[in-house]
């Protein structure tokens, strides 16, 4: 059974910076999908960054375009770790940090990380 392990969060002021990280855990193939949703008080769940099972294709929302970066382990053929780096964070960023990853048409989602950033 594929599990997804977020750790990370924390509350930081503004313009500050934090790292999530997700470790998977059960794949029985390299190939899938690592990302991030996040989910804020009173709003839809909505996406904001993922990478390919490679590391070579990353895509982002543009609301966090140049202050955050998703990464992952350079190691290949292992179940790779997947960074977040949140740089420059604002209010608007506070919101629970969901790891995703999917293979073909199945998906799955961590338990969530709160992130709170002050002013």
């Known amino acids: 059974q594929v599990q997804l392990v977020e750790s990370g969060g924390g509350l930081v002021q503004v313009g500050g910076s934090l790292r999530l990280s997700c470790a998977p855990s059960?794949?029985?193939?390299?190939?899938?999908?690592m990302g991030w949703y996040r989910q804020a008080p009173g709003k839809e769940r909505e996406f904001v960054a993922r990478?390919?099972?490679?590391?070579?294709?990353?895509?982002?929302?543009e609301s966090v375009k140049g202050r955050f970066t998703i990464s992952r382990d350079d190691e290949r053929h292992t179940h790779n770790t997947v960074y977040l780096q949140m740089n420059g964070l604002k209010p608007d960023d506070t919101a629970i940090y969901y790891c995703?990853?999917?293979?073909?048409?199945?998906?799955?989602w961590g338990q969530g990380t709160q992130v709170t950033v002050s002013s």
């Open positions: 995703h990853s999917a293979v073909g048409t199945t998906g799955y």
């Open positions: 059960g794949y029985t193939t390299w190939r899938y999908q």
């Open positions: 990478i390919e099972w490679n590391g070579d294709d990353a895509e982002y929302a």
